[in-house]
Nanobody, 124 residues
Framework: VQLVESGGGLVQPGGSLRLSCAAS????????MNWVRQAPGKGLEWVSE????????VYADSVKGRFTISRDNAKNTLYLQMNSLKPEDTALYYC??????????????????WGQGTQVTVSS
């Protein structure tokens, strides 16, 4: 199992970024997928989940209305479109495969696959 994130960077407040997560080594289309983030000096924070078909999504209150999770099962890729970015969105963003669907967990042991993370920095 391999998950590889990309798309992070430095953006000004109010800006946008789109993160990608390329999956391999498993049947991507059969699994729910999550985005989880870790801000500097803080613990993990669950961000969003999408079901295997891509037609059901859930978001943390902190990003609802600004972030959109999506997936392309033909390309084995997960996405996170981030709009109206705020300094408090600064974090290392991970894609992760949950052990249980809709657990909305921030606990590392609730996931059985992680990417290496991609850094998002929101600053003027």
């Amino acid at each position: 199992v391999q998950l590889v994130e990309s798309g992070g960077g430095l953006v000004q407040p109010g800006g946008s970024l789109r993160l990608s997560c390329a999956a391999s080594g498993f049947t991507f289309s059969r699994y729910h997928m999550n985005w989880v983030r870790q801000a500097p000096g803080k613990g993990l924070e669950w961000v969003s989940e999408i079901n295997s078909a891509g037609d059901s999504t859930v978001y943390a209150d902190s990003v609802k209305g600004r972030f959109t999770i999506s997936r392309d099962n033909a390309k084995n890729t997960l996405y996170l479109q981030m709009n109206s970015l705020k300094p408090e969105d600064t974090a290392l963003y991970y894609c992760a495969r949950p052990l249980k669907n809709y657990s909305y967990s921030s606990a590392p042991n609730e996931y059985d696959a992680w990417g290496q993370g991609t850094q998002v920095t929101v600053s003027s």
